[in-house]
């Protein structure tokens, strides 16, 4: 079993930065990927950022050059968000994709999300 649990969600003045946080729990032998989804009210959920455990990033076009993505040795990963903007505005969900150590392949998980609002 595995539990993502996600940390640093808040309300943030336009231009502003943010860091948000998310750490993986459980029998995790292998990550093969780690990152954040987005969803706006009405909008489809969309990848924001990911790392892989060779560390390749990818990241949203509207995203690059703002955001960073990195992942630590706990099986942690952030992202830290400068500039942003109203646009921004939506739940951020981690997302992992894992091998844990009774299980034979890889599989997705999910956080619960947390709330990135950017208003003035």
């Known amino acids: 079993q595995v539990q993502l649990v996600e940390f640093g969600g808040g309300l943030v003045q336009p231009g502003g930065s943010l860091r948000i946080s998310c750490a993986a729990s459980?029998?995790?032998?292998?990550?093969?990927?780690m990152g954040w989804y987005r969803q706006a009210p009405g909008k489809e959920r969309e990848l924001v950022a990911s790392?892989?455990?060779?560390?390749?990033t990818t990241y949203a076009d509207s995203v690059k050059g703002r955001f960073t993505i990195s992942r630590d040795n706990a099986k942690t990963v952030h992202l830290q968000m400068n500039s942003l903007k109203p646009e921004d505005t939506a739940v951020y969900y981690c997302?992992?994709?894992?091998?844990?150590?009774?299980?034979?392949?890889?599989?997705?998980?999910w956080g619960q999300g947390t709330q990135v609002t950017v208003s003035s």
């Open positions: 790392v892989t455990g060779d560390g390749s």
């Open positions: 459980g029998s995790i032998v292998r990550v093969n990927v």
């Open positions: 997302n992992a994709d894992l091998i844990l150590l009774y299980g034979g392949y890889s599989s997705i998980y």
